[in-house]
């Protein structure tokens, strides 16, 4: 902790707060509209499901890993101090660095404007979409400066508001009154027998970025009562219960429109629910996405400005970061600078540009962050755990079953999905790659500015 940092981090949420934002972090308004993508991919109703529950597998083996890796590192920031333990300072800040200026700031100023849409067709305004989205991230900014449970709090009640239009989703489409145009088709029927596996793993992107966001609860060790056992909790839970839901969701939409119908229509969600409730059902459930990109954008605010104050802590950013709040004990001038970028793309506009590159970087991360798993369990067949962790002796709550396999599994899916980005959008990933790469001497100055000699 830096000398002008008043405060240490408050340790005040539980496993219940860890798998809401897990479960947050994942859930925004792509289920309601992504299971059309992946019907265009895939034709029958069994491969569909098995891409979802597949990419729900993955997604388990990543909470999996990063639950063991909380374990072995419960410190501030998470996924940053893992990838900083691993390998060197600069993997981290790299991190850090996307995360700020590309990953989560882009997503977030995305999520924000999807949010003024709907916002401005439920409410007949016509204030401009750009101002709705500013005014929202500066008001869940100004939320999670109050304090972690306040941010925690409006988080968990958005949370449970997404279940709640999920569930009505789901209820709606097994009413009495619903159509049933569920269809045994064999998996190869049709165009799927001759490139089966192209068009599976062609689902399968959009399906994977859907489960991401398990690992911005990581970033929140440090605020947790018990950070091994609660967030071990609340991975599993989360993405066990994300899993459920998208399942749910899928099957929905495939018994009220059909495997067809959800390839022909760009908004399933809205199209079961005025198929079966009517115009009524359509403006319900605009009311779940709405709130569910809200609830995305409320965990956003929460979770990672704590990689910048880890960053911060470490020598890596602005000394001002590193700032806690006397009072709330949060990293109060960190969520400003997030919510203050995350504004300034949405106003700006190029957050459509932004997404198109995010997807290459953060995938590439994740991939870093599995193979981890590797570096820090070598470490501890050569030194005990309790010198590994500092002197405490609890050992890890759950351990990844397989390992290595199930950890190179999930490395290889991740990197697939990067490199499959990269060669479906070369200059946009060639972008991010470039905003990455400018990191480097942005480390370099502040490692000298503390006195530290950068890697040759």
Request: one cysteine or more; hydrophobic letters at 55%; glycine letters at 10%.
């Given at each position: 902790m830096p000398?002008?940092a008043?405060?240490?981090?408050a340790?005040?949420?539980?496993?219940?707060?860890?798998t809401?934002?897990?479960m947050?972090?994942?859930?925004g308004s792509g289920?309601?509209?992504?299971p059309?993508?992946v019907?265009?991919?895939v034709?029958?109703p069994?491969?569909?499901?098995?891409?979802?529950?597949?990419g729900g597998a993955?997604?388990?083996?990543g909470?999996?890993?990063?639950?063991e890796l909380?374990?072995?590192?419960?410190e501030v920031?998470?996924?940053?101090?893992?990838?900083?333990?691993?390998y060197h300072?600069?993997?981290?800040?790299?991190y850090?660095?996307?995360l700020?200026?590309?990953?989560?700031?882009?997503?977030?100023?995305a999520?924000?404007v999807?949010?003024?849409?709907?916002?401005?067709?439920?409410t007949?305004t016509?204030?401009?979409?750009?101002v709705v989205?500013?005014?929202?991230?500066l008001?869940l900014?100004g939320?999670n400066?109050?304090g972690?449970?306040s941010?925690?709090?409006?988080q968990s009640a958005?949370?449970i508001?997404?279940?709640a239009?999920?569930g009505?989703?789901?209820v709606?489409?097994l009413?009495?009154?619903a159509?049933s145009?569920w269809?045994?088709?064999p998996?190869l029927?049709?165009?799927?027998s001759?490139n089966l596996l192209?068009r599976?793993g062609?689902?399968?992107?959009?399906?994977?970025f859907?489960?991401g966001g398990w690992?911005?609860?990581?970033?929140?060790s440090?605020e947790l009562?018990?950070?091994?056992?609660?967030?071990?909790i609340g991975?599993?839970?989360?993405?066990?219960?994300?899993?459920?839901?998208y399942?749910?969701?899928n099957?929905?939409?495939?018994?009220?429109?059909?495997?067809?119908?959800l390839?022909s229509?760009?908004?399933?969600?809205?199209?079961?629910?005025e198929l079966v409730?009517?115009?009524t059902?359509?403006?319900?459930?605009?009311?779940?996405?709405?709130?569910s990109t809200?609830g995305?954008?409320?965990?956003?605010m929460l979770?990672a400005?704590?990689?910048?104050?880890a960053?911060?802590e470490?020598g890596?950013?602005?000394?001002t970061?590193?700032r806690v709040?006397?009072?709330?004990?949060?990293?109060?001038v960190?969520?400003a600078?997030?919510g203050?970028v995350?504004?300034?793309?949405?106003?700006?506009g190029r957050?459509e540009?932004?997404?198109n590159?995010?997807?290459?970087?953060?995938?590439?991360?994740?991939?870093?962050?599995?193979v981890?798993?590797?570096v820090f369990?070598r470490?501890?067949r050569?030194e005990?755990?309790?010198s590994s962790?500092?002197?405490?002796n609890e050992?890890?709550v759950i351990?990844?079953?397989g390992?290595?396999?199930t950890?190179?599994?999930?490395?290889?899916a991740?990197?697939?999905?990067a490199l499959?980005?990269m060669?479906?959008y070369?200059?946009?990933?060639?972008?991010?790659v470039g905003?990455?790469?400018?990191?480097?001497p942005?480390?370099?100055m502040?490692?000298r500015?503390?006195?530290?000699r950068?890697?040759?």
């Open positions: 000398p002008d008043p405060a240490t981090l340790r005040r949420l539980g496993p219940f707060d860890a809401m934002i897990v947050g972090g994942i859930i289920i309601f509209i992504n059309y993508v019907a265009r991919q034709h029958t069994v491969l569909i499901l098995g891409a979802w529950l597949a993955v997604a388990l083996l909470g999996i890993i990063y639950a909380a374990a072995l590192r419960p920031g998470g996924q940053y101090a893992y990838l900083r333990d691993a300072p600069v993997a981290a800040f790299l850090g660095w996307a700020l200026l590309v990953v989560q700031s882009g997503g977030m100023a999520v924000a999807t949010f003024a849409r709907y916002f401005g067709q439920l007949r016509h204030m401009p979409e750009a989205a500013a005014i929202t991230l008001v900014t939320i400066c109050l972690v449970r941010g925690s709090n409006t958005l949370m508001m997404k279940i239009a999920i009505m989703l789901i709606a489409g009413m009495p009154g159509p145009r269809t045994t088709t998996i029927d049709g165009p799927m001759s192209v599976f062609a689902a399968m992107t959009p399906v994977m859907a489960y690992q911005t609860a990581s970033f929140m440090a009562k018990r950070p091994r056992r609660d967030l071990a991975l599993l839970a989360g993405v066990a219960g994300v899993i459920a839901l399942a749910g969701v099957f929905i939409c495939l018994r009220v429109l059909g495997a067809d119908g390839a229509t760009t908004a399933p969600a809205t199209s079961v629910m409730l009517g115009r059902g359509a403006a319900l459930i605009a009311v779940g996405i709405a709130v809200l995305f954008l409320s965990q956003g979770t400005p704590r990689v910048y104050f960053m911060a470490d890596l950013f602005f000394r970061v590193a709040h006397p009072v709330t004990r949060v990293p109060a960190a969520i600078l997030q203050v995350a504004v300034i793309i949405a106003v700006s957050y540009q932004i997404l590159y995010v997807v290459s970087v953060d995938f590439l991360f994740f991939g870093l962050t599995g981890a798993l590797f369990r470490r501890a050569v005990s755990l309790t962790v500092e002197g405490d050992a890890p351990r990844l079953p390992h290595p396999v950890t190179a599994i999930f490395v290889g991740c990197w697939a999905v499959s980005t060669w479906q070369p200059q946009n990933s060639a972008i991010g905003i990455l790469l400018a990191g480097i942005a480390y370099w502040w490692s500015s503390r006195g530290q950068p890697p040759s």
